[in-house]
Structures are given as C-alpha cells and as structure tokens.
C-alpha cells in the first residue's frame, strides 16, 4: 500500500542559492511536500532562519511538484496578513500550498513586541484556532469566480461575489473580505505539530493534517487514538486527520541527538523496513526530518525513494493528499446545502 512522504527541510542559511538546491532535490524526486521551519523570533536552540512564508514564496517558481509548508507562527501575528500571504503563495506555487499552524509561548517573542504578557497555554491555543478560523474564512470570502474583468462596465470584480466574513470572538474581530482573491486550492492545507492533549485537540479543530512523534512503532497505535480521541472530543466535522509521523533521520552516519522524534540511523534498506511497520501500524506518512543537510536529504531522494511504495500524484496538495475539494462555505451551494 501506497504512502505519502515529506521533508522538513531546516538550516540557518540565507542563501537563496542552497535552499533552492534542496528544494529541487526534494522535487525532483516527487515528494509530496516539504516543510519550512521557523521561529517568531530569535530561535532559542542556534542561529536564525530566513523567514518561512518569504522563503517558500521564493521556492514556489524554482518547482512543479512538491507542496510548500511554511512554519508561521498565530501568537503574535495577525490572522488577515497570514491569510494574504498564504493565499499568495497558493497562486504563485499553482495549488501547492500549505502552512503549518503554530503557538508561541516564549516570553522573548513577548517582549520583541510589548503589546501583551505571554498568554496562558490554554489562551495560546484558543487564539490559534481562532486565528486559523478567520485565515479559512477570509480565504473563502472570494467566490472562485469573483474576478470577471468586464472591459464594458469596466468591473474587475464582482462585488456581489465578495463576502464579509464578520468575525468576533475573544482575540479578533475581523470583518473582511480578503484583499486576495480565493486560493487555486480553496482553502490551502492546514498542518499541526502535535505533542500533548491542548496540541491534538487544536489540530483536530482547525487542521487537516497533524505530525506526531512516535518514539517507536509500539506507540504508533496508542498516538493515533489519542488523534482520534481529540477529533471526537471536539466533535471534529469533514474527513479525519491526516496522521504523519515525523521521524529524525541519518542515512550518511551513525548519530546520537535528543529530538522530540524518534531518531534513525542506519542503511535506506533498513529505514525503508522501519516505514512499512509504522505504516502498517496505521499512519498515512512520514515527514522525515534529515539529520545532515544536503547529505541526509540526497539519500532519502535517491536511495530511500526507490525502495518504498512511494506513487506520487500529480496536482494541486489537497488532491494528492486526498482531501477533497474545499467548498466555500459563502458559496451559494453551501448555503443551500
């Protein structure tokens, strides 16, 4: 049985030259996507990064494939730019994009503002969800068809095809619409990392795809139930998560890190043996983190791929993820439905 398979591709480099050269590794070898990290601020663990969005914005025309996944972070950054932004991307990669959703409770990412103490975590959580709430419905408030370019009455748009998405709630009001037209995708795909219980509900409520952490395939089945558990507790509505787990990767030499993920090293054979068991267990895929870059991730795209039962789908991420087409919920259709 087929499985999907991802890179989460994360260095200090500002060279635009060496992430474009990972990039079209990861793409040449038709992985399904690849994720950018990044912190608010200064990260506490190293140097800093480039900023993610920017950086997978710059990616999107050096690739045809693979689906692009910034880190950015809800906690200290307006839902209605993340939107724009995300939404940009979406167009400029032709469907690819995607964004993984993320809280931050340093109090020097605090401080870099001023405006606010660090909020509690519970806080952090809610404000996130809300925040990925308002980006879905400002990405909805363009009908697909909303940009009509009429030279007679010289109308750009269809202004009875804007939508006010009129959200109030404890973090934000936002009224709306978009300044973006809505995203090839509709509704570009939403990811969470998740470690503990406020992780997995949030994921369950606002996302379409979480990554876990495993420390071995005997935990595989308890993490997805408590995936599962989450989603019911929120009375979660549309298709279940998409359950990836995020594996630490050494192919080039043996290694011994701390990780909040399971750790590997060894031979592609021996990885690929590792994927079929913890697929079998019941994960959908695998974000393989390489340990050394560009080494790590020339293995996994040359050795590793051919060893897997790997098929990658063309088109737009939400499609080769199966997902589903994403309705716009101030479409006439949903309204009736």
């Known amino acids: 049985m087929s499985f999907h398979l991802a890179v989460a591709l994360d260095a200090p480099s500002f060279s635009a030259d060496y992430w474009a050269g990972l990039a079209r590794t990861a793409d040449e070898a038709r992985l399904d996507f690849v994720t950018f990290e990044d912190t608010f601020g200064p990260p506490a663990d190293g140097p800093a990064r480039p900023d993610a969005v920017l950086l997978a914005a710059r990616i999107a025309p050096l690739t045809s494939h693979i689906g692009l996944v910034p880190v950015a972070t809800t906690t200290h950054t307006e839902p209605f730019h993340l939107s724009t932004a995300l939404a940009t991307l979406d167009f400029v990669s032709g469907g690819r994009a995607g964004w993984q959703a993320r809280v931050s409770g340093s109090p020097a990412d605090a401080a870099l503002l001023g405006r606010r103490p660090v909020p509690s975590v519970e806080d952090l959580f809610d404000e996130?969800?809300?925040?990925?709430?308002?980006?879905?419905?400002?990405?909805?408030?363009?009908?697909?068809?909303?940009?009509?370019?009429?030279?007679a009455t010289g109308r750009f748009i269809d202004r009875d095809r804007l939508h006010y998405i009129d959200?109030?709630?404890?973090?934000?009001?936002?009224?709306?619409?978009?300044?973006?037209?809505?995203?090839?995708?509709?509704?570009?795909?939403?990811?969470?990392?998740?470690?503990?219980?406020?992780?997995?509900?949030?994921?369950?409520?606002?996302?379409?795809?979480v990554f876990v952490t495993p420390p071995d395939v005997a935990a595989v089945t308890s993490i997805i139930g408590d995936v599962r558990a989450a989603e019911a507790a929120v009375r979660r509505v549309g298709p279940p998560l998409k359950v990836f787990a995020d594996l630490v990767v050494f192919l080039s030499r043996a290694a011994s890190i701390q990780s909040d993920a399971a750790v590997f090293a060894g031979t592609p054979a021996e990885l690929a043996e590792l994927l079929s068991q913890w697929h079998s267990a019941g994960v959908d895929g695998f974000r393989l983190r390489p340990g050394e870059l560009p080494r790590d991730l020339e293995s996994i795209t040359r050795e590793l791929v051919p060893l897997l039962p790997f098929r990658p789908a063309p088109g737009p991420l939400r499609e080769r993820l199966g997902l589903g087409p994403a309705v716009n919920r101030y479409s006439k259709e949903a309204r009736v439905a």
């Not at 996130?128 to 030279?151: C, F, G, P, T």
């Not at 090839?184 to 503990?196: D, F, I």
């Open 128 to 151: 996130a969800a809300d925040a990925v709430e308002v980006v879905r419905r400002l990405w909805d408030s363009w009908d697909d068809d909303a940009v009509i370019k009429d030279v």
């Open 167 to 209: 959200f109030g709630g404890r973090f934000f009001a936002v009224k709306g619409p978009s300044i973006v037209p809505r995203p090839p995708q509709g509704q570009p795909v939403v990811a969470a990392l998740a470690h503990n219980p406020l992780a997995y509900e949030f994921a369950a409520r606002s996302a379409d795809l």
